[in-house]
């Protein structure tokens, strides 16, 4: 069976440089598929496309590339939608692919693209092992995923996987160290993003905002109010400014979520079919949308209703197609702690600082900190002599009060004058004067070929725009 509607992807892409926040690495290249879903649109994987600076598409019948453009994306779906725009009637020879249903456990499927090791289209088959919620890596989001025994290799990424004669999913991850283990985007979320798309809906997955544990221990389920036939998870902690705020509250014992009975360890019945984490429901969810929750409070019985919003970690998540957010003060470089800083680290789950990490696995936002500020290096001068070790520590306190986010630390640093105190977690103090700092910025940029001294959209002085380096 030939399979005109899958394309080839070839990518340039620019990451970021987390330790010289100012500039970005040195361009890399690679390749990826997709597939013709309608109307002149490409789907293909988000991580194919993250930090793109140049596209172009393949087709099988013809060697000529044209330029592609990314029309939109969902990162934490690991999806993205491509389109050509000259010439307009490149895909006029190629019959757009049709999304299919759900595939089953057993049922045949076979992976198609352009995989490392050859220029042709490549074809490999076999069978729907699983179907559960999975970890997708390219954003750390849990969300429905199929799991497949047909090989998925570098290159397949982005590639359909057809169930007959229809896409039941996009091929995006596979499980490292083990043969044959590959995962697919499954139509139900492929759906939500077209449609989100169509709709223009944001392209991101929305979040409960609450920790849970399971609730396996009868005398626990007991000692919150549970009935013998009673079962649910029940709530930890609920994040600030997230959906669940001053609806749920720690000790709250979840039963239901959009009609579907949690069990006792934290699964609910899927699509008929399928046992998995109960926040699968969110994966065809949107922003903004309602979601009802059936709890149980102090033994009494109430549904909520949520309205939706965006996962908002203390620590973000990997972010892409955007700068990372860093200041730099008297040589010191601010920067916001992310899990893009922390992978700088080989191995960063053991290597990286353990206060940093304590923040990525156990931190939440609150009304006095959304951001965890961190100073990673000091660019020595003059004016920072004593102050070099001090590196890889968070802020704690700026003339005495916690930054609430970078915006908040770098606003109050540029309209500061006199003496400014700096004071990091370990108990390290800074002390700056100001007007030297301002005097000295310009020298320091231009001896470390830093372009400004600040990422654009970061607060500048009511009357000075961000300063840049001595030419």
Do not use: C
Not at 399 to 415: H, I, S
Not at 462 to 471: C, G, K, L, Q, Y
């Amino acid at each position: 069976m030939a399979y005109p509607a899958v394309i080839r992807v070839f990518a340039t892409s620019q990451d970021p440089d987390f330790d010289g926040p100012w500039q970005a690495r040195t361009p890399s290249s690679s390749t990826g598929s997709a597939v013709v879903i309608g109307n002149g649109l490409l789907l293909t994987g988000a991580h194919v496309v993250a930090n793109a600076t140049f596209l172009q598409v393949q087709k099988p019948s013809h060697p000529d590339k044209a330029v592609a453009h990314v029309r939109a994306v969902s990162h934490d779906t690991d999806l993205a939608l491509l389109e050509v725009l000259d010439p307009p009637d490149f895909f006029a020879d190629i019959e757009p692919a049709e999304l299919g249903p759900m595939p089953k456990l057993r049922d045949e499927v076979s992976v198609v693209g352009y995989p490392v090791g050859g220029e042709e289209i490549s074809i490999t088959e076999g069978v729907v092992s699983r179907i559960e919620v999975q970890r997708y890596s390219h954003s750390q989001r849990h969300l429905l995923a199929v799991t497949v025994d047909a090989a998925i290799n570098a290159g397949n990424s982005g590639g359909p996987v057809f169930g007959g004669d229809k896409v039941v999913g996009i091929a995006f991850q596979k499980l490292t160290g083990v043969d044959n283990i590959g995962e697919m985007v499954p139509p139900p979320i492929i759906r939500a993003f077209l449609d989100g798309v169509a709709a223009g809906k944001r392209p991101e997955i929305p979040a409960i905002g609450i920790t849970t544990q399971n609730l396996e221990n009868p005398l626990l389920r007991k000692h919150l109010g549970l009935g013998p036939t009673e079962r649910g998870v029940v709530v930890l902690h609920v994040d600030w400014g997230g959906s669940a705020e001053g609806l749920l509250q720690p000790r709250d014992v979840i039963t239901a979520i959009d009609g579907l009975p949690i069990a006792n360890n934290g699964t609910v019945q899927y699509l008929g079919n399928y046992r998995t984490r109960y926040d699968v429901v969110l994966g065809h969810r949107y922003v903004g949308d309602k979601i009802e929750l059936a709890i149980k409070r102090n033994g009494a019985a109430k549904v909520v209703t949520l309205e939706l919003k965006a996962w908002k970690p203390l620590v973000p998540r990997s972010r892409y197609d955007q700068a990372p957010a860093y200041f730099v003060y008297g040589g010191l470089v601010f920067q916001t702690l992310t899990r893009d800083y922390l992978t700088t680290w080989d191995k960063w789950w053991n290597k990286a600082p353990k206060e940093f990490l304590n923040y990525y696995y156990l931190g939440f936002r609150t009304a006095e900190q959304h951001e965890v500020v961190i100073l990673t290096q000091v660019l020595a001068d003059e004016i920072n002599v004593g102050y070099s070790h001090l590196y890889n520590e968070a802020i704690a306190k700026l003339d005495g009060k916690q930054p609430r986010d970078m915006e908040d630390f770098v606003q109050r640093l540029t309209n500061a004058t006199g003496v400014v105190e700096i004071e990091t977690t370990s108990g390290g103090i800074i002390i700056l004067d100001a007007d030297e700092v301002r005097a000295s910025t310009p020298r320091i940029l231009s001896r470390y070929h830093i372009p400004r001294d600040r990422t654009l959209g970061l607060p500048t002085a009511a009357t000075s725009p961000a300063v840049r380096a001595v030419p």
